[in-house]
């Protein structure tokens, strides 16, 4: 019989090496996140496989599973832990080998398998580990298939009635870039910097651009699991600055950046400026509007205002929903809607049919940036940048909170502001207008100008945006005013990053 599980476990020691260890808090919204070592242990990862395994069974779907790994250092003995537990559930293992994550989505449609589990920690730092999961292409699991699954792994609920087997598919990396580039070759001469911050998506990325006709200039694309300049995340400043240093040397068209498991992409303009993700969203949605009018398309609530407000959606028939931020629940509303598109803020774009399958592919994400710029043949990145109307918005800001105190925190601030609602109360010098708390808290004020708290899916954080149509000043006193309510919570820390 399997060992249940523990908490906590000190490394070298022999309950570490004899015990399962899977730290509670590892269990996120919508997949899995640990410090290796210090959370998880491979005989956890083995008892998240015997896991996920019974709880495929238990949902009666097809006990076959693919599997891939990110480059870590470390992901490779992670998987194999979480395959052994799974063959342990009676599953039938496809492993794809090293892949970003679309790849493994892609994989279920490929080679007609119904689960995936995803080894990659994503854009978080070296060290951590987590798995993306799902059992219904193209969705992954939402909170309710999280905490089942929390359930068995911790109370060791596991049946393991064997039979399961395990098969390597190879060569896989080759189908899923011949099925993004059996297209139309881009006509316009397009110079693309491919900056991959030595991630697993620099083994990819440069191949797929330069085979629908670009000219690519690779940035930080060699793998290098030390990430020896910076994390590839594609919201974090120091990447987007070398992308944009990149764009100005080489007088390229614009930059293309991709996290860790390329699923998420960034950019940069062509005079060197980075555009936040929810930014691009509108370019494209605009672009994609034009073609399919009266679309519908689903946002996260970290997103701009002007999808709301963009005369040309308005003209072009565009619905907007403004949804959960989170890959899986923006993928599961983009599927409930039948929406052509879903955007998120961090660089998660869901393309449905035509353009997609429904999940999320930073690659597929860069190519309809390249697509847009092939049908605007006489615009410049930046002048469809400069065409959108005007606002001031933050990067994504993230304070440290630890796991157990964060969501808790998070109620009292929307508390907070529901209250001062009822009341009339002013922030940032004006009536709130609207509170939207879908997740967390987003108040907007009189003029427009809107800050956003919630609590992170994935790190020990919260997750702070602010936006303005009105001025640079605007959006800071909004900053200023969200920050005077998280300074009363002495469990919120130091920001990563702030305006």
């Not at 009292?412 to 502001?417: C, L, N, R, S, T």
């Amino acid at each position: 019989m399997f060992p249940t599980p523990k908490s906590a476990l000190t490394p070298n020691t022999y309950d570490y090496e004899s015990s399962p260890l899977v730290k509670p808090t590892g269990f996120r919204e919508y997949d899995a996140r640990w410090l290796l070592e210090k959370e998880l242990n491979l005989m956890g990862a083995q008892a998240l496989g015997m896991g996920l395994g019974t709880m495929i069974r238990e949902m009666g779907i097809k006990a076959e599973i693919v599997t891939g790994h990110d480059f870590r250092s470390y992901s490779a003995s992670v998987k194999m832990a979480l395959i052994s537990g799974l063959m342990a559930a009676g599953c039938k293992v496809y492993d794809i080998g090293l892949a970003i994550t679309p790849m493994a989505y892609f994989a279920q449609f490929e080679l007609d398998v119904p689960c995936v589990a995803m080894v990659t920690a994503s854009h978080n730092d070296n060290g951590w580990t987590g798995v993306k999961m799902g059992a219904n292409r193209p969705l992954t699991f939402g909170p309710t298939e999280m905490t089942r699954l929390k359930e068995i792994v911790l109370g060791a609920q596991f049946n393991l009635s064997g039979g399961g087997s395990y098969e390597f598919v190879e060569n896989f990396p080759e189908r899923y870039i011949a099925d993004l580039t059996k297209r139309p070759k881009i006509k316009r001469k397009l110079k693309v910097v491919a900056a991959c911050g030595n991630g697993t998506a620099g083994a990819f990325a440069p191949r797929i651009l330069e085979a629908v006709g670009c000219e690519v200039v690779p940035l930080d694309c060699n793998l290098d699991h030390t990430f020896p300049r910076y994390n590839p995340n594609t919201e974090d400043m120091q990447m987007l600055h070398a992308m944009r240093d990149a764009v100005l040397m080489h007088k390229a068209d614009v930059a293309l950046g991709f996290d860790g498991d390329g699923d998420r992409c960034g950019v940069v303009d062509n005079e060197g400026e980075e555009i936040f993700a929810d930014k691009v969203g509108v370019m494209l949605a605009r672009d994609m509007s034009a073609l399919h009018k009266n679309s519908t398309f689903v946002v996260d609530v970290k997103s701009t205002g002007l999808f709301l407000t963009d005369p040309v959606l308005k003209v072009n028939g565009v619905k907007v929903d403004y949804w959960k931020t989170g890959h899986s629940y923006i993928k599961r509303r983009v599927n409930e809607l039948g929406a052509v598109a879903g955007f998120e803020k961090s660089g998660h774009f869901f393309f449905n049919k035509p353009f997609g399958r429904g999940y999320d592919d930073g690659m597929i994400f860069g190519l309809a940036v390249c697509d847009m710029l092939d049908r605007n043949p006489d615009k410049s990145m930046a002048d469809l940048r400069k065409a959108l109307p005007k606002t001031w918005g933050s990067p994504t800001m993230s304070p440290h909170c630890d796991d157990e105190k964060k969501y808790g925190v998070v109620d009292a601030v929307v508390k907070h502001f529901q209250d001062a609602k009822a009341k009339g109360d002013q922030v940032a010098g004006q009536p709130i207008r609207e509170l939207v708390t879908v997740n967390g808290v987003r108040v907007t004020v009189e003029d427009g100008t809107w800050g956003l708290v919630r609590a992170s899916s994935n790190k020990p954080e919260l997750v702070v945006v602010v936006e303005s149509p009105a001025s640079e000043q605007r959006m800071r006193d909004m900053f200023k005013a969200i920050d005077g309510v998280l300074r009363t919570h002495p469990e919120v820390g130091e920001y990563n990053q702030t305006i």
